[in-house]
């Protein structure tokens, strides 16, 4: 795939992997839609990124709002008439200790990585519907085949939007010609991850080259990096007994929060 002259819309643009994304796009000559929580990050961005080969517009967006959504890519489409390409990166990371354990984290777990997601993708269908054209690419997480203790809030959601992109997929393609992408990073250095060391995390740059050869290439997984996805995938054919006795505190990983019980 081209990405000259390709509409993109970025969410979770000010950081991370999505700020990444949306710096290497700008070389690519793609006309950029940003869109974020931060507005005065996302104009610093976007005053950054704006050249002769890109142009890039931004506009506040909550994604646990749906009406913000629907906005946002309202705006984006009465500005360049078209989105060819959805790269949705938005997220949060919470600690769900079972020692306190509490459904409002998972709730807002749920409200920004999957029904945010939903939200796009139900505003972004019927424009790429008419278009008879388009990628919609979604990040999820590498472990979202079995939880991971201590992690259960962020698990479950990603979990979610990855079924939910598998079930999309090959209706989208065989209907309306629409890609569905799922991403699934391994351990990103983000200020997402900010405290938790995690092994073999790689940098948001490095993520965002990934991500965009994926795109170019219409792969319909994207996963790294490469050491994490092996033991990631083995991992996931342990047989239930032997999943059950790994070392529980290896498995929340360094930088885990120590909670005293309710």
């Not at 997984?221 to 996805?229: A, D, E, G, K, N």
Request: glycine share 8%.
């Amino acid at each position: 795939m081209d990405l000259n002259g390709k509409v993109v819309l970025i969410s979770g643009a000010t950081g991370g992997i999505g700020e990444e994304i949306a710096k290497q796009l700008s070389k690519e000559g793609c006309k950029l839609a940003l869109f974020a929580r931060r507005e005065q990050k996302l104009k610093e961005i976007s005053t950054k990124l704006n050249n002769d080969k890109t142009k890039c517009i931004f506009q506040k967006c909550d994604v646990k709002n749906k009406d913000n959504v629907k906005e946002t890519i309202e705006f984006t489409q009465n500005e360049f008439g078209r989105v060819d390409i959805a790269i949705l990166t938005a997220g949060i990371l919470a600690p769900n200790p079972i020692e306190t354990f509490n459904s409002s984290i998972i709730m807002n777990s749920m409200e920004v990585n999957f029904l945010g997601y939903v939200y796009f993708i139900q505003y972004l269908l019927p424009i790429m519907k008419s278009q008879n054209s388009g990628t919609i690419a979604a990040t999820s997480t590498l472990p979202d085949q079995r939880g991971v203790p201590g992690w259960g809030a962020y698990g479950a959601s990603k979990a979610a939007l990855s079924w939910l992109m598998d079930s999309l997929r090959a209706e989208a393609k065989q209907k309306y010609n629409i890609n569905f992408i799922t991403i699934k990073p391994g351990s990103v250095e983000t200020p997402m991850i900010e405290g938790y060391y995690r092994k073999g995390a790689i940098q948001a740059e490095k993520a965002a080259k990934l991500i965009i050869k994926g795109i170019k290439k219409e792969k319909k997984i994207i996963q790294f990096p490469l050491s994490q996805v092996v033991t990631t995938r083995l991992t996931d054919l342990f047989p239930l007994f032997a999943y059950d006795n790994l070392d529980i505190e290896m498995m929340k990983g360094h930088g885990y929060p120590d909670v005293e019980e309710k």
